[in-house]
Nanobody, 118 residues
Framework: QVQLVESGGGLVQAGGSLRLSCAASGSILSTFGINTMGWYRQAPDKQRELVASITKGGITNYADSVKGRFTISRDNAKNTVYLQMNSLKPEDTAVYYC?????????WGQGTQVTVSS
């Protein structure tokens, strides 16, 4: 099994920045590496959507709504993925979930709340 623990959410004013972190742990990681890691978000009454993802080799993918404002990165040695969020907007308010793919199975974190006030 893999456990994902997120941190870094909170309340920020529009135009501000936050950095999310997600650390993966589990004995299986000593044998198998995590493939793609990513961040999803879910706002009230909306479906969960992909924010950004990054492969083990560093190839990134972003939702159009966050391009140029958010940056995803990862530290493979620490099994940790980060999301630097700049120029935050009220519409970025959501619960942000970390995701990691391992042997074709998706693992999810518990979510961290990000609230952007106008």
């Amino acid at each position: 099994q893999v456990q994902l623990v997120e941190s870094g959410g909170g309340l920020v004013q529009a135009g501000g920045s936050l950095r999310l972190s997600c650390a993966a742990s589990g004995s299986i990681l000593s044998t198998f590496g995590i493939n793609t890691m990513g961040w999803y978000r879910q706002a009230p009454d909306k479906q969960r959507e992909l924010v950004a993802s990054i492969t083990k080799g560093g190839i990134t993918n972003y939702a159009d709504s966050v391009k140029g404002r958010f940056t995803i990165s990862r530290d493979n040695a620490k099994n940790t993925v980060y999301l630097q969020m700049n120029s935050l907007k009220p519409e970025d308010t959501a619960v942000y979930y970390c995701n990691a793919g391992l042997r074709g199975y998706p693992y999810w974190g518990q979510g961290t709340q990000v609230t952007v006030s106008s």
